[in-house]
């Protein structure tokens, strides 16, 4: 029998300047250091061009998108990319309800990997496939900034709170006017503390930035304003203390950046954050299951996460703020647990002990699914190629131009009709 190489095919937004973009370079990066043979597949440019030329060259392939871009992810994709392989899809989510119309295309895929034990008990309870954590790698690098880059926002002579959040990613998730406010309590008697909230995505979101803006104030700084990766790293690393008051993280990235760095940091004690975040290592607020209060775009009626307690809240940014002794110790702590569990080689490892197992028992794997998921595919892939004519035959409908001339159409047609009567009358 013919040795199979062990290498992976990434398919992903491989150049992407967001946060699926960011997520499967780290992957790659944690791959490479345990040198698995990769071939990356850029998923911007095949939806861009049918035409873009690309090959599954590996028998194990690794999905690296949104639940919200299978739909489109299928109808497009080369299917032999289910055909004798292995196809792992690498999920994030933030709530503990799925919807069902995002949930049925998941039993095309022989395994999910997600980041986190939390992640892992929402799948569970919808795909009845191997479901493997594999933790977002955390190595934070700096580089020297030029004068064009320097962000200047920290008082130096106030201690300084950080949160950094996307509009893309949910505002009412990422919870920042209750952050606001447990900080305003907090610290309403000193001038020596301040927070600075810095955001990008406003020129699309103007109502949730003005929104969140009315707030600011002379300790509350806001700024909405594109960095590369390197100046928000270096944000990070000027601050005293990084805090979210979130209500659910598939992950919580920039905390686990923020601890990298040896920062003292405060969080909702919920979701994928707890997968590195402890009492030893963390200020972790108290928190109790509820339904979402404003659903938006992304989060339906039916999400259920977490509201972090404010009183809670408010005794965490006190505690920060007040005891010096224990912000150095847990940062200490944080910074030692982040770089011994999430480096690039201990996330790659576990990669790669999970591709021998896959590698090593392909046969029996692919085996008892690949007929199945290849022929469901074809069928997902038909309904979906339906379902997009059928709302662009909808979207002709709309269409005022073309209404006109339906109706100009069915006039003549009539006119046509009356005067055959009439012929037929004389």
Not at 142 to 153: W, Y
Request: aromatic share 12%; glycine share 4%.
């Amino acid at each position: 029998m013919k040795t199979k190489i062990q290498g992976i095919n990434i398919i992903g937004y491989t150049e992407g300047m967001f946060g699926l973009g960011e997520a499967v370079r780290l992957n790659i990066n944690a791959a490479k250091k345990c040198d698995i043979p990769l071939n990356l597949i850029n998923y911007e440019k095949i939806k861009s061009n049918p035409d873009y030329p690309y090959s599954f060259n590996y028998d194990v392939n690794l999905i690296q998108l949104s639940l919200k871009d299978l739909e489109t992810f299928i109808a497009i994709i080369d299917p032999n990319l289910f055909k004798n392989k292995y196809s792992i899809l690498f999920l994030v989510w933030e709530s503990e309800y799925i919807a069902p119309a995002l949930a049925e295309n998941l039993t095309l895929f022989n395994e999910i990997w997600t980041p986190s034990a939390y992640c892992k008990k929402i799948f569970k309870k919808i795909y009845n496939n191997p479901i493997t954590i594999v933790p977002h790698p955390v190595e934070v690098h700096l580089t020297p900034l030029s004068n064009e880059q320097k962000l200047d926002v920290f008082d130096k002579n106030k201690f300084s709170f950080l949160f950094l959040f996307s509009y893309h990613s949910s505002m009412e998730r990422k919870n920042p006017l209750f952050l606001i406010e447990a900080f305003k309590t907090a610290f309403r008697n000193t001038d020596s503390v301040e927070l600075i909230i810095k955001t990008v995505g406003g020129k699309k979101y103007k109502k949730q930035r003005q929104r969140l803006e009315q707030y600011g104030c002379e300790n509350i700084k806001i700024y909405d304003v594109e960095l590369d990766k390197n100046s928000v790293n270096h944000l990070i690393n000027t601050c005293d203390s990084y805090v979210s008051m979130h209500h659910s993280e598939g992950f919580g990235l920039t905390l686990a950046e923020a601890m990298y760095l040896g920062k003292p940091t405060v969080a909702t004690n919920y979701s994928g954050n707890t997968e590195f975040m402890n009492k030893n290592n963390s200020f972790l607020i108290d928190s109790k299951l509820s339904y979402i209060e404003n659903p938006d775009r992304n989060f339906c009626p039916k999400t259920l996460w977490a509201n972090p307690l404010f009183s809670d809240a408010v005794k965490k940014l006190k505690s920060v703020y007040e005891n010096r002794d224990l912000r150095t110790e847990k940062a200490l702590n944080a910074e030692r647990y982040i770089k011994e569990k999430l480096s690039f080689y201990a996330i790659g490892t576990i990669v790669k002990n999970r591709l021998n197992y896959i590698y090593a028992n392909f046969e029996n794997l692919v085996e008892t699914q690949n007929q199945h998921v290849y022929l469901l595919n074809q069928l997902q892939s038909a309904r979906i190629k339906n379902a997009q004519l059928q709302r662009e035959i909808r979207r002709m409908h709309k269409n005022v131009m073309i209404r006109f001339i339906l109706i100009l159409k069915n006039s003549v047609r009539k006119l046509k009709g009356k005067h055959k009567k009439q012929f037929i009358h004389v």
